[in-house]
T-cell receptor, first 113, second 113 residues
Framework: AQTVTQSQPEMSVQEAETVTLSCTYDTSENNYYLFWYKQPPSRQMILVIRQEAYKQQNATENRFSVNFQKAAKSFSLKISDSQLGDTAMYFC??????????FGKGTLLTVNP | GAGVSQSPSNKVTEKGKDVELRCDPISGHTALYWYRQSLGQGLEFLIY????????KSGLPSDRFSAERTGGSVSTLTIQRTQQEDSAVYLCASSLEFRYEQYFGPGTRLTVT
């Protein structure tokens, strides 16, 4: 079983600045994956970035990068050069051997002009 | 290619009525997942299909909930004798076999009056 905790219900950032969203998780599995999903007001869940637990190198996707601290069970998302279109709910998720994902409760990010 | 589609987009029903929610996964995706997202909450796992079989039904909240998948493609989630607490957004996701990345549909917003 996994648990995922997002301790920041809401955050805001000015356009063009950098923001970091926090996530901690707990799992008994040795092989697992971590994800960040974005859910804009349209309700569509969009995969932002993924990290394989066995890889030490932090994943990056354009303006999005993660800081994966395996020993601390921490998986934070950094958004650089924030854009108005980044305004959304962001969910951290963990997937184990049964392939189903366990989600945190989300962080509402608002990018201000 | 086409993404995951769900219908209807919105459904309003009276308490006690039965409802059917449909999910059409990405072509070639053998795994299909149903999640429920209540207001202000994260995603709650309901059921998982691999092909037409459901190896994990652990998230179904009561025996009023059932799901089936036919032809390894379309899935239907049925809620019998709906209650007000069933009001939520029901999200469907699909993935390739033995892959962790799940791709979501736009969801069905169910309102029970």
């Amino acid at each position: 079983a996994q648990t995922v905790t997002q301790s920041q219900p809401e955050m805001s950032v000015q356009e063009a600045e950098t923001v970091t969203l926090s996530c901690t998780y707990d799992t008994s599995e040795n092989n697992y994956y971590l994800f960040w999903y974005k859910q804009p007001p349209s309700r569509q869940m969009i995969l932002v970035i993924r990290q394989e637990a066995y890889k030490q190198q932090n994943a990056t996707e354009n303006r999005f990068s993660v800081n994966f601290q395996k020993a601390a069970k921490s998986f934070s998302l950094k958004i650089s050069d924030s854009q108005l279109g980044d305004t959304a709910m962001y969910f951290c998720a963990c997937g184990g051997s049964n392939y189903k994902l366990t989600f945190g409760k989300g962080t509402l990010l608002t990018v201000n002009p | 290619g086409a993404g995951v589609s769900q219908s209807p987009s919105n459904k309003v029903t009276e308490k006690g009525k039965d409802v059917e929610l449909r999910c059409d996964p990405i072509s070639g995706h053998t795994a299909l997942y149903w999640y429920r997202q209540s207001l202000g909450q994260g995603l709650e796992f309901l059921i998982y299909f691999q092909g037409n079989s459901a190896p994990d039904k652990s998230g179904l909240p009561s025996d009023r909930f059932s799901a089936e998948r036919t032809g390894g493609s379309v899935s239907t989630l049925t809620i019998q004798r709906t209650q007000q607490e069933d009001s939520a957004v029901y999200l469907c996701a699909s993935s390739l076999e033995f892959r962790y990345e799940q791709y979501f549909g736009p969801g069905t917003r169910l309102t029970v009056t």
